[in-house]
């Protein structure tokens, strides 16, 4: 069994920073792309930034230059540094990773529970 399990929510007050973690366990062979995703209320589910197994990054358009994603492969673990952040940041913030649990098997899509952040004074 496979878990992503998402850390770091919470309330913050405008122009604070906070800083999320994503702990993938369980059979994993080997991580791919991972990624956070974000989801207000009454609105779809957006990509907030992506990062390759190599290193590579790619952030929504809203969140660059005040976010900033990393990983620790020999933690498999995620993170997204949150700064300056805004009101219409707040969201339930998802964790996302493609994976693979042995040699043979292609890569499968996992998410985790989601974390919540408010920003709000």
């Not at 005040?66 to 673990?77: H, Y």
Request: contains cysteine.
């Amino acid at each position: 069994q496979v878990q992503l399990v998402e850390s770091g929510g919470g309330l913050v007050q405008p122009g604070g920073s906070l800083r999320l973690s994503c702990a993938a366990s369980g059979n994993i062979f080997r991580l791919y792309d991972m990624a956070w995703y974000r989801q207000a209320p009454g609105k779809q589910r957006d990509l907030v930034a992506v990062i390759t197994s190599g290193g590579s990054t790619h952030y929504g358009d809203s969140v660059k230059g005040r976010f900033t994603i990393s990983r620790n492969n020999a933690k498999n673990t995620v993170y997204l540094q949150m700064s300056s952040l805004k009101p219409e940041d707040t969201a339930v913030y998802y964790c996302n990773a493609d994976l693979s649990r042995s040699y043979s098997d292609p890569p499968t899509n996992y998410w985790g529970q989601g974390t919540q952040v408010t920003v709000s004074s």
